[in-house]
T-cell receptor, first 111, second 117 residues
């Protein structure tokens, strides 16, 4: 079966750093996606990790450990607009379409 | 570039009815995937279409069917609607790749909010 776990909710302060963790147990693994989803909107792509290590992209970084079935998304210099749901998704093969999603972490950024 | 578009935006149906949702992929994309997202949950993969054929399928009953047209647009059909089918239905498009180390970003449409009464 497929199992992806991430915290349901997190709260952080504007300007701070927050780390959102994701653990997974899936039958098949090619890579791991992180998406941002604002309420009532579609998910938007943030990052994709295939190899172990840290990928940095501006204020957002994503880390993957394949041996531990673990990833995290790191958000720096938090802004109010970063308040959203953050979805971790495992790509089961080379095809990005068939992805298994976690239920998302709702991040609330407070002033 | 209009990105991924979906229609309708909202839809209300009653139990037992049938519904058809439509999706036009982002320009240059050839693969369309459909997801169901219940409130407070992550998207659940329904199926994927490539070259006008269903290539992959998630754990959804046969009441869920689809089609892809030569212009890569796609439809999702749901028969015999149940209350539990109420959800946001997301369409996502990408360009198929078989290179394990690369990826082609998957773009999501705005979704169709289906309510079954």
């Amino acid at each position: 079966g497929q199992n992806i776990d991430q915290p349901t909710e997190m709260t952080a302060t504007e300007g701070a750093i927050v780390q959102i963790n994701c653990t997974y147990q899936t039958s098949g693994f090619n890579g791991l996606f992180w998406y941002q989803q604002h309420a009532g909107e579609a998910p938007t792509f943030l990052s994709y990790n295939v190899l172990d290590g840290l990928e940095e992209k501006g204020r957002f970084s994503s880390f993957l450990s394949r041996s531990k079935g673990y990833s995290y998304l790191l958000l720096k210099e938090l802004q109010m607009k970063d308040s959203a749901s953050y979805l971790c998704a495992v790509s089961l093969n080379t095809n990005a379409g068939k992805s298994t999603f976690g239920d998302g972490t709702t991040l609330t950024v407070k002033p | 570039d209009a990105g991924v578009t979906q229609s309708p935006t909202h839809l209300i149906k009653t139990r037992g009815q049938q519904v058809t949702l439509r999706c036009s992929p982002k320009s240059g994309h050839d693969t369309v995937s459909w997801y169901q997202q219940a409130l407070g949950q992550g998207p659940q993969f329904i199926f994927q279409y490539y070259e006008e054929e269903e290539r992959q399928r998630g754990n959804f009953p046969d009441r869920f069917s689809g089609h892809q047209f030569p212009n890569y647009s796609s439809e999702l059909n749901v028969n015999a609607l149940l209350l539990g089918d109420s959800a946001l239905y997301l369409c996502a498009s990408t360009l198929l790749t078989r290179d394990r180390l690369s990826y082609n970003e998957q773009f999501f449409g705005p979704g169709t909010r289906l309510t079954v009464l």
